[in-house]
């Protein structure tokens, strides 16, 4: 199982699942996903996992902020 397996499927959970899900692009340090309904999206419970450093909503994307935390 990879470093972040249980993360990204908890993350998935979090996001209202794959059915809450339109499209999802990636880069380096952000998950950006356009989500059918975006209040199905449990952002208390995202920000609390370990490998997500915080999130935010932008031009209709919502933004996870991720990597390793310090401390």
Same mark, same amino acid.
């Given at each position: 199982?990879?470093?972040?397996?249980?993360? =990204?499927?908890?993350?998935?959970?979090? &996001?209202?699942?794959?059915?809450?899900?339109?499209? +999802?692009?990636?880069?380096? @340090?952000?998950?950006?996903?356009?989500? =059918?309904?975006?209040?199905?999206?449990? &952002?208390?419970?995202?920000?609390?996992?370990?490998? +997500?450093?915080?999130?935010? @909503?932008?031009a209709?994307?919502?933004?996870?902020?991720?990597?390793?935390?310090?401390?």
């Amino acid at each position: 199982m990879g470093k972040y397996q249980e993360d =990204a499927t908890e993350l998935l959970k979090l &996001v209202g699942g794959r059915d809450n899900i339109v499209a +999802v692009t990636h880069c380096m @340090t952000r998950m950006r996903f356009a989500l =059918a309904d975006p209040a199905k999206a449990d &952002v208390p419970a995202i920000e609390a996992l370990k490998s +997500v450093k915080g999130s935010f @909503t932008q031009a209709g994307q919502f933004q996870v902020i991720h990597g390793q935390r310090c401390g």
